[in-house]
């Protein structure tokens, strides 16, 4: 038996057998709602920060901090030795979530503070909750001071597009900056660096295998396509959102259908979270290694890229008409989809019979059968929408299982 079907089955089992809360009051999942409802309000989320390191950092700080009462598993940071078990492990999390939450966005620190209120309200008073609050308090102090100086609050360098046939230039019809320019020196919640999985190369602009990626995303991927299907066209704006949200979604339809209980929840989120967020990282430090171009511009500019096989469109834009401000290899969605989808088929098993909703394209709803699918499905969107080569989105895949491999290899393993 494999170390990950040992994990697998430990999980699965100790999940059911500790059920701790209700489904319904579990914080963790609770939490994670709050911060999506937080990300996603206009405004709220600075603009120069990635949500998934303020993720992986809400989700560490409530691992840590039940943990630091269970002792089930190796902390991530926070381990102190004379906590006592009786300490209210609900009460831990809700206090350590809030506190993290409150230094992330102040602005928020009414509707937290009410929130926090009323989660403790339904703990019976006594020493047990008032341990927890000072173990969730203290799990939320350590990390937040970790993260203060781990580089994300470096001003983007400035971008001089290149102009060699294959460079990343801005892309019409909005010419929007480059951005996340400074992200692959943010300091990585797990991995030793950020080129630890980069991928090779993007294919030459010669090779077959670009003329023919080329080919599927100039006639898939533009906005009055006659060759893509309504269901692909469905796909495309289905998926065309902040897709480290989408996996915090599937995470919850499935630890809500598990049972699991809280200190098992925790370490998922945390694992998944902190997966993403190196996943980020990683795929930021491609990017600005490669400058590879769009397909926007790959298309409009085909003329220059020495291949008569390529034709020129200069009227070119993709479905969702507008393109995504950084370079187009490897793939954003396909990286952190197939991290996610790694982390949740090590707890789960990959066979998962879950529904998606989007918040891009609201009273539509995709059924899934398998992590797998969704996350190959979200790749896949990319192409339909006009964003990204297939070959992107093939190194993208890779690198997000890469990612996630290590991180459930390597973090939060049993005692």
Not at 2 to 20: D, M, N, P, S, Y
Not at 380 to 390: E, V, W
Request: glycine share 6%; hydrophobic share 40%; charged share 20%.
């Amino acid at each position: 038996m494999t170390k990950r079907t040992i994990l697998l089955a430990l999980t699965v089992f100790c999940g059911g057998l500790q059920a701790q809360v209700a489904d319904s009051e579990n914080p963790v999942i609770e939490w994670n709602k709050t911060l999506l409802t937080i990300v996603r309000t206009p405004g709220a989320q600075p603009p120069t920060i990635h949500s998934t390191r303020n993720f992986a950092m809400l989700h560490v700080a409530m691992f840590d901090a039940v943990n630091d009462i269970a002792a089930s598993f190796s902390p991530y940071l926070v381990r102190h030795s004379n906590e006592p078990r009786s300490a209210s492990p609900v009460a831990a999390a809700d206090q350590a979530a809030h506190d993290v939450l409150v230094a992330l966005y102040p602005d928020f620190q009414s509707m937290l503070d009410a929130q926090l209120q009323e989660d403790l309200g339904q703990i019976a008073d006594g020493p047990e909750k008032t341990s927890g609050i000072a173990v969730g308090a203290a799990s939320a102090s350590e990390i937040v001071a970790f993260r203060t100086k781990d580089g994300s609050d470096v001003t983007p360098p400035s971008f001089k597009a290149g102009t060699a046939p294959g460079d990343y230039q801005l892309t019409p019809p909005n010419f929007a900056p480059a951005d996340f320019r400074q992200w692959s020196g943010v300091a990585l919640f797990a991995l030793a660096r950020a080129d630890e999985f980069r991928p090779a190369p993007p294919p030459t602009l010669t090779s077959d295998e670009y003329v023919s990626v080329f080919n599927e995303v100039k006639s898939l991927g533009i906005a009055a396509s006659t060759t893509r299907t309504a269901d692909q066209t469905v796909i495309g704006k289905f998926w065309n959102g902040n897709i480290q949200d989408f996996w915090n979604e599937i995470a919850q339809t499935a630890v809500a259908a598990h049972h699991l209980g809280l200190v098992h929840s925790a370490r998922l989120f945390a694992q998944l979270n902190i997966s993403l967020a190196d996943t980020a990282i990683s795929f930021f430090d491609a990017k600005y290694t490669y400058n590879f171009w769009r397909p926007v511009t790959a298309i409009r500019l085909a003329g220059e890229d020495n291949d008569p096989r390529t034709q020129a469109d200069p009227n070119w834009l993709p479905l969702t008409t507008k393109t995504a401000p950084d370079p187009s290899y490897p793939g954003a969605h396909s990286a952190i989809s197939f991290a996610g989808a790694e982390v949740l088929r090590a707890h789960f098993g990959d066979r998962f019979t879950f529904d998606v909703t989007s918040e891009s394209l609201a009273g539509v709803t995709r059924h899934f059968t398998s992590f797998t699918a969704a996350a190959e499905e979200a790749g896949l969107s990319r192409i339909y929408a006009g964003q990204h080569f297939r070959t992107d989105h093939n190194a993208g895949k890779l690198l997000g299982q890469q990612v996630a491999e290590s991180v459930i290899d390597t973090m939060l393993l049993p005692r």
